[in-house]
């Protein structure tokens, strides 16, 4: 185990002054996330309540969540250039978000082919060599998938027939943070994936007799898929360093919902 001054220290949520000890312990260091914990539910009940709306809501709320993730989620997938790479992702996802206007999303593509280009440019300019080269890219390939994802989740507004499905979608994801809250209880660790897609999947039919158009086995489907997705999101990136501080813990959190809107879009 080795240990590195990291300004993950400094930020509120982290350990305070001093080393940061990597890599992170399972045991000592896994544990509630509360920021991780509240933007997924904030971003969550934001999507659910502006998409359903209308097109323009939903796409507004959505460019303003990508934004911000924007400038989270290069320190949280270990770019060794995170300040650059969030201006490329923010660039690229607004440009991805606007794309939804069209119902067809036929702009969508070349604004991810946008984010790309520009992450391989942004990489070949720097002036420290190419160190993490691999990784950097990784980062930015990772949240142009993400925000594409989110993406297709406000695409939905198009359709009012499909407003059923951002609604048993978000729910699902409001419900996988139980597994978040239950991480101390140690004899349920090992069983946190059926209690997540349980109560994801009896919130989702709790709230299906009040929406249209989503079957009792599509609302089942949905809700597991999604509900499981966005907490195994939270889970893998549990022990990445940036999770001790704010921005780390916003990425994932606000990750984890938009992650699920190629799941709700098919």
Known sequence: ???VTSPIDDEPGGR??????LPLSPLTDDRIRPIAVGS?????IALLVAVPLSLGAGLVVTGVIVLVFA???PALAGSRTPDASGVVLAIAGVVIVAAAV???LLWGAG???LGIIASFLQQLSRPDGREGLVLSLLAACGGLCVVTSGTLLAALGHRADARGIVVVTTVAVIGSVVGDLLLPVA????FLGLVVLVVAVGAALAVRTQVEGVTLTEAIGIAAAAGTLSWSFRRVLALEPAMLGVRGQFAAGAGSVLAVGALAYL
């Open 1 to 3: 185990m080795t240990t």
């Open 40 to 44: 997924t539910v904030v971003v969550a």
């Open 102 to 104: 069209r119902e067809d």
């Open 71 to 73: 400038a989270t989620w």
């Open 111 to 113: 604004g991810v082919a």
């Open 16 to 21: 305070g002054q001093g080393a940061l000890r």
């Open 187 to 190: 004899w349920l660790r090992p």
